[in-house]
DNA sequence: TGCCAGGCCCTCTTTAGGGCCTT
């Protein structure tokens, strides 16, 4: 597959629209099946973190305020993701505050989101749930740090991505799993994939 | 004063409602 940026947020709550600011970004580079090149900071926003943030995120008021300025690292992580098609867990929510710390700084997103989640309900349908977390418990993923954090998070997004493209080679005989092909099962019935999945590819078979 | 998201998905649905998931 070609290259793609797997990206999460950490922020002071859940809707740009009510104010909320982001307090750390991560996004990892995946490429033949592996991460080939990671990107994380702190960035201060000038805005309060709650009690209740601080203690999901373990990312303090103290530790914001010494951070670079928003603008300055969504300038450097949107030059670091360039034009690669992103992928995030819970897509809607990253792509919200994505898009609103990107207008910040004059700048717009150019490719579409791919979302584990939606692809991890359609794909590990039996997962007990598809919080990321439990995702990874039952994908036997590798651990890759403090949950909660961007960069273990964006990590461990990486490694449920690599193993969803595992069961969709397997399960629909695709040798290649594009950017665009995740676009399409996201979107498609639960019901009827197969056939789905099958009309997206004409009917070839590797 | 109290409250405040948004999109997806399932079902006891479709002229709706509620759970899941993200911080």
């Given at each position: 597959m070609e290259t793609v940026a797997v990206i999460d947020f950490e922020t002071t709550g859940l809707s740009p629209a009510l104010g909320d600011r982001a307090t750390e970004i991560a996004a990892v580079l995946v490429q033949d099946g592996q991460i080939v090149d990671r990107y994380e900071s702190l960035m201060n926003a000038g805005v309060y973190v709650s009690p209740f943030i601080e203690s999901l995120t373990g990312i303090s008021n103290a530790m914001v305020r010494r951070a670079p300025p928003a603008a300055q690292v969504m300038e450097a992580v949107a030059d670091?993701?360039?034009?690669?098609?992103?992928?995030?867990?819970?897509?809607?929510?990253?792509?919200?505050?994505?898009?609103?710390?990107?207008?910040?700084?004059?700048?717009?997103?150019?490719?579409?989101?791919?979302?584990?989640?939606?692809?991890?309900?359609?794909?590990?349908?039996?997962?007990?749930?598809?919080k990321l977390g439990a995702l990874a418990e039952y994908a036997d993923l590798p651990a890759t740090g403090r949950h909660h954090r961007a960069l273990a998070d964006a990590e461990l997004s990486a490694h449920l991505l690599l193993h969803i493209e595992a069961v969709i080679r397997r399960r629909f005989r695709i040798r290649e799993v594009s950017h665009a092909l995740l676009c399409e099962i996201q979107c498609a019935p639960q019901r009827g994939l197969d056939r789905c999945v099958k009309n997206l590819r004409g009917g070839a078979e590797t």
């Open positions: 670091f993701v360039g034009d690669h098609p992103l992928v995030a867990h819970n897509a809607s929510f990253d792509c919200r505050f994505w898009d609103a710390e990107l207008q910040r700084i004059d700048r717009r997103r150019s490719r579409a989101f791919a979302c584990s989640m939606r692809l991890a309900r359609r794909l590990l349908p039996r997962a007990p749930s598809h």
